[in-house]
Structures are given as structure tokens and as C-alpha cells.
């Protein structure tokens, strides 16, 4: 799995003209599933994403979670295109996992994140959207379960 995260003031998608999720202070996550991701990566990425230290103290040094930054909000969009393979103009998504395999990880990552004590927004699975934010920072991380 990929994540985008990125620290916001607030962010919202909308769907058709209608907001279908909003948040205020907290992070931003374009989520991407691969073919061969299992459901011990969805749980890896969703503890990663909730116990980030991207948060300033009281010092101004990046070094508090989400939850202690008083910013547990979550806007999760489903992003199959973090895994687009660019070598040739046009990208391909080939290893972009099918919604089958897809969105059960993506609704387990959310159920994750929800049972650590975050507001969890999200998109539609699919759905053409418009996503908006206010970056703070801006600060925004590349996450992979092969990396983690």
C-alpha cells in the first residue's frame, strides 16, 4: 500500500457538486492499494498513519502525534493511480489492486484508524472527485509498506 499524507488546517472532497466528507485539523490521505496487498499491510499503513509524529510542540519541533496535536480528523480517498507505472507518457495501472481485492483494505484501513479514536472521512470508492485542502506546511509524507 501508498499513502500521500499530508498535514492540513482542513480538507474536504466533494462528489457531483456535494461535500461527501470535511475535515478541520489533521491529515489528508490519498491511499493506493496494490494487487498483492494483504490485509497485514492495511493494518501496518492505517498504525503508521495514526501514530505519525508530524505534529509541532511546544518547542516547535516536529515531534507530536495527531491525537496529541488535538488533530485526530482523517480524510481518507481511495488513489489507485500511486501506483501508475510512468516508463512510458502514458501511465499504466496494472498493479493497481482491482476493487475486489481494493476496497476491502481500504474500508479496513478506515475501520483501523477509526478504532484508534480518529474521525474518519472518506470518499466514494471510484467516484470522479474533488478533493480540496488547506496544507499546513505544507507538510506532506510518502508512505509504503514495502518501506515500513
Known amino acids: 500500500m501508498r ?7 482542513s480538507a474536504s472532497v466533494e462528489i457531483e457538486g456535494a461535500v461527501a466528507g470535511a475535515i478541520g485539523r489533521g491529515l489528508l490521505v490519498l491511499l493506493g492499494v496494490h494487487e498483492e496487498d494483504t490485509e497485514a499491510q492495511a493494518r501496518k499503513i492505517a ?11 511546544a518547542e516547535g519541533r516536529i515531534n507530536v502525534n495527531p491525537v496529541n496535536a488535538g488533530a485526530a480528523e482523517l480524510l481518507i480517498i481511495s488513489q489507485f493511480t500511486l501506483f501508475a507505472d510512468c516508463r ?18 481500504y474500508e479496513l484501513v478506515i475501520a483501523e484508524c477509526r478504532a484508534r479514536g480518529f474521525r474518519v ?6 467516484a470522479k472527485m474533488l478533493v ?3 496544507n499546513e506546511g505544507p507538510f506532506t509524507i510518502l508512505l509504503d509498506t514495502k518501506e515500513l
Do not use: M
Not at 499513502?3 to 488546517?9: D, E, L
Not at 472521512?121 to 471510484?126: A, D, L, N, S
Open 3 to 9: 499513502a500521500v499524507v499530508t498535514r492540513v488546517n
Open 47 to 57: 498504525d503508521k498513519i495514526c501514530g505519525l509524529r508530524i505534529f509541532e510542540d
Open 88 to 105: 512510458s507518457r502514458r501511465p499504466g495501472f496494472s498493479h493497481a489492486a482491482r476493487p475486489e481485492t481494493a476496497i476491502p483494505l
Open 121 to 126: 472521512e472518506t470518499g466514494v470508492f471510484g
Open 132 to 134: 480540496r485542502s488547506d
